[in-house]
């Protein structure tokens, strides 16, 4: 049973990542989740937006970024989707502090925020096929 679903498909492009991350707070807020519990979720769709822009596109090409976010007994599901290059391997991508674009000056810490902010997350990656970052938190009932 699916309490309320959106889904969001924009381009790969920088300057929607902050769109992004505000669209699914704004959808969230029906829960009306803590000041932290929302930047929690804002700073997890960040880094799963960037991490498709970045590494997905390579940011030379245009490809879509697909946001989907469930909400159901008080527990948001957000995935984040894009058909991009894909991770080669997902297990080193996944070590904190592993980067594949040093070039950019990255931290290489994005999975390790998604993982630190979200109560769950879970990766799916195909070479040539894109990634799908998976990521669930519940929250606090106000009483």
Known sequence: MVENKIKIEFLSKSQNEGFARVAVAAFVSQLDPTIEEITDVKTAVSEAVTNSIIHGY???????????????????????????????????????????????????????VMETFMDSLEVFSERGKGTKVVMKKKFKTVS
């Open 58 to 112: 390579d940011e030379k090409e245009d490809g879509i970024v697909i946001i989907e976010a469930t909400l159901l007994n008080e527990e948001i599901t957000i995935t984040v989707e894009d058909k991009g290059t894909g991770i080669d391997d997902l297990e080193q991508a996944m070590m904190p502090l592993y980067t594949s674009r040093p070039d950019l000056e990255r931290s290489g810490m994005g999975f390790t």
